[in-house]
């Protein structure tokens, strides 16, 4: 028992991240294998293998031409995120190619006196679905969470057993890099605002595990996120508002549209402090 709590307090936040990534990666593939069956299965881990070497291709590519200290473990986080955030039955693999290379342009090259504005992963899905709104040929990336929406039969009842390893990642891992503060003000008024106005959602409890899941995963980014415990108030709750807001306007891919605009908000801010 000494020798696991040993390795696990050696582990980095960002290793116990990927690890809580691999966990509902795992899940996932169960749970398509249960449901849809093998072939569904089979395209699952098809699909995810094809991601996982075009990803890495991309990131070793811009990391040699670019000649910059990134690392791969951080690649391999954004990866598992988009895995489980875009729909697996998108038929479109130029889409998906898209959303990759955006990634990495927001890793690489959209920085500001070494500062990183954008969420990677927002910015290459709020990209791409941007781009959607003006060229016709290109369609809104999936942003379904149909890696997060994972339900077991149990009891006879389904239960979103997803909700288990995203509870221990906002209780630890947030807690590890101290935004607590930051994911609660994002998830409380989200969910509060799904409660109240039911248009917002059509199922409250996929809703709600795609709300904690940004809130624990996605909005506290460390490097594009406040630290102080008053700024992390005030983005969590006006992430929550700016995406409530356009959801209300039927802007497609509001979460991840609302937090680009927070980024850029805050990246603002930030210039105007220094």
Do not use: W
């Amino acid at each position: 028992m000494k020798l696991i709590i040993k390795i696990f307090r050696s582990l980095t936040a960002y290793d116990h991240f990927l690890i809580f990534l691999i966990i509902l990666s795992v899940l996932k593939i169960a749970d398509v294998f249960l449901d849809d069956g093998a072939g569904a299965g089979i395209h699952f881990l098809i699909l995810g293998a094809l991601l996982f070497v075009i990803s890495s291709i991309l990131f070793f590519g811009f990391k040699y031409l670019t000649k910059q200290k990134k690392k791969y473990q951080h690649a391999l986080i954004s990866t598992f995120l988009i895995l489980l955030m875009l729909s697996h039955a998108d038929p479109d693999p130029v889409r998906g190619i898209l959303v990759i290379f955006l990634l990495y342009i927001s890793k690489f090259f959209i920085t500001y006196k070494k500062q990183t504005i954008f969420n990677p992963i927002a910015f290459a899905i709020g990209t791409t679905t941007l781009i959607a709104m003006v060229i016709p040929f290109i369609e809104i990336a999936p942003l379904d969470f149909s890696g997060i929406d994972i339900r077991f039969t149990i009891l006879g009842q389904l239960v979103p057993i997803a909700l288990v390893p995203i509870s221990l990642s906002l209780l630890f891992n947030v807690g590890r890099i101290r935004k607590h503060r930051l994911a609660l003000a994002f998830i409380i008024p989200s969910l509060l605002f799904g409660f109240f106005f039911p248009e917002y959602t059509d199922n409250f409890t996929s809703f709600a595990l795609a709300i904690v899941f940004m809130g624990t995963a996605i909005i506290v980014e460390p490097k594009t996120s406040p630290h102080k415990a008053n700024e992390q108030l005030i983005y969590g709750i006006s992430i929550a508002v700016i995406v409530f807001g356009l959801h209300v306007f039927k802007v497609p891919n509001a979460l991840v549209l609302g937090l680009m605009a927070c980024n850029v908000l805050y990246f603002i801010f930030k210039q105007k402090r220094a």
